[in-house]
């Protein structure tokens, strides 16, 4: 049994994801970042970083103690390797999903994020923010779509690289109307290959 550490944003989203794709059972507890949950004590045993998500592994492959892990690239990692799915074991499809979900985590999240604090909920506009997220959020955007013309997942088969960028290509996530000509939405096949995942359904079961 895994216990998930969650909130709806894209981070928490990556993992509520690979569970359902995994056929895991979980139980998920509510994070709720909105009310400060991420500095309360219990929480920051698991996650010393105050950023969900977390997860329990309650199970682990060598029979001891339960583990704990945060930051989504290493829930990631260790929940396919865990299962021996999503992630290839041949070296060079390896080192390719290993690249661009560090891409991910390392680039397109943190910059997805401060941009969309700057333009929609910083208390003031500041002009220099504003255009140096935007015009490296679109960059990105635009690695992420000359990645895609190609070939229909991130990194070659369905992966957690895929899942990992899923949840910030759904469409502009950007609190203003124009978001949509600045950040055009992928027009890779994996987001039109894999059904929509239950995004609601780790919401609805989170204990609080």
Not at 48 to 56: D, E, G, K, S, T
Not at 108 to 132: C, K, S, T, V, W
């Amino acid at each position: 049994m895994i216990e998930l550490y969650y909130w709806p944003t894209p981070n928490g989203q990556k993992i509520a994801i690979l569970l359902e794709e995994l056929e895991m059972p979980y139980q998920p507890f509510a994070i709720d970042i909105r009310k400060g949950d991420q500095f309360q004590p219990d929480f920051l045993k698991l996650s010393p970083n105050n950023r969900i998500p977390a997860i329990v592994d309650r199970v682990p492959t060598d029979g001891g103690e339960p583990i704990s892990l945060f930051e989504s690239g290493a829930i990631l990692l260790y929940l396919a390797e865990k299962h021996q799915r999503l992630l290839p074991t041949a070296v060079r499809e390896r080192k390719t999903v290993w690249e661009w979900l560090f891409w991910q985590v390392g680039g397109l999240g943190p910059m997805a994020g401060q941009n969309h604090h700057f333009r929609g909920a910083a208390p003031e506009q500041i002009p220099y923010a504003i255009e140096r997220y935007t015009q490296e959020t679109a960059r990105l955007y635009r690695v992420l779509n000359q990645q895609l013309e190609t070939r229909e997942y991130v990194a070659g088969d369905y992966s957690i690289a895929d899942i990992a960028c899923y949840p910030l290509d759904r469409g502009p996530r950007i609190a203003k109307p124009s978001a949509s000509k600045i950040f055009p939405t992928s027009s890779g096949g994996f987001i039109k290959s894999k059904a929509a995942p239950p995004f609601s359904k780790p919401t609805k079961r989170a204990k609080p």
